[in-house]
Structures are given as structure tokens and as C-alpha cells.
């Protein structure tokens, strides 16, 4: 666990705090096993702060070291196709072009609140790429694949996760891609 990321917070072991994950993230950091789960910190925050800009500056956690997951969306033959992209907060998705190629839509965007919410059992805010719907691809960029640690929502807007970038790589339905932030 690396506690420069989440910057003045008191961070403990993702597993000792079940209360400070969304149902979906727990179930996760099981699936995990021991080891690995062990090695994700989590930290209680002032939901109030759980935007990226808010957090970083309420609590010394330098932005570089944040990392948004977005859940985008796109038709094709009526179908609708999510993905979740993770890419540091100090940049943005390539919703567009990489996203949209890859989600193979005429056009891809940043899925409805809602649907976001209700699909992954999570907090608008606090959506993690741990715990995702079974089936989704996760793409993450090649920034947070390589960080030590990168800071993540927990499923709620009451903690934030301190991952290491080789866990999430390591995640069902996970591929680095190039490009995918700008």
C-alpha cells in the first residue's frame, strides 16, 4: 500500500474495512484472494470531497497519482455496449476516437448517470473498475498500469482505494491500451 497517493488520509487494508466498500467492490477484493486484496489500501473520506479536484485538495493527494474510471456507452443493432475506461484524473478518455473504435459504435459517450449507477451497484463518483459487471471490457490506460499506486473510488463516495497498478491489469476483462487517455 502506498500512502503518498492518498496523501494525509490514515489508510488500513482494503479487507479490514468491508463498511468502506461498495457490495460489488467487497465481492471483488474477495475474488482477489488474500495477498492481493491486502496490498489495496482504503481510506474514510468527507463524501462531501469525493470529486477528484475536491479530494486532492482537501487532503494532499497529488492529482497525478488519481485515476477516474468512466463507464461509456454505445449503440449498435440496438444493442447497448458499456466499457469502463480508467485514466489519470490529469487527463481524459478518448471517448471519440480510441473508445468509440473499440466499443465498435458509430458513437460512444459517457454512459447516463443512471444507467451507470444501477449497472454497477455503485455511487455516481465513486465507480471503481473493482467490481465492474461481469462482461465488461476494462481499458486502462497505459499510465495507471504502470503506477505504483493510483487512487480510486471505493463503490461509495465515502473512501477512496489506493490500487497498484499491476492488480487492476490484473482484473477480469482488462487490457492496457495505448492512446486510450489524451
Known sequence: MSRSVLGTLDVIAAPERPDLLAAPTAAALAALGAERAGRIGVAEIDPD?????????????????????????????GETRYAACLVLATTRADVNGVVRKRLDV?????????????????????????????????????????????????????????????????????????????
Open 106 to 182: 458509430r458513437k460512444a459517450s459517457f454512459a447516463p448517470m443512471d444507467d451507470a449507477v444501477d449497472l454497477t451497484g455503485m455511487a455516481y463518483g465513486g465507480i471503481t473498475p473493482l467490481g465492474l459487471p461481469e462482461g465488461w471490457p476494462l481499458w486502462i490506460a497505459p499510465e495507471v498500469a504502470a503506477a505504483e499506486a493510483v487512487v480510486l473510488g471505493s463503490g461509495i463516495r465515502g473512501s477512496k482505494l489506493a490500487v497498484p497498478g499491476d492488480i487492476l491489469v490484473a482484473l477480469p476483462n482488462a487490457e492496457v491500451v495505448e492512446a486510450l487517455a489524451r
Open 49 to 77: 470531497l469525493a470529486d477528484t479536484a475536491a479530494f486532492c485538495q482537501a487532503y494532499g493527494s497529488p492529482p497525478e497519482f488519481s485515476a477516474n474510471c468512466v463507464v461509456v456507452s454505445g449503440k449498435r443493432a
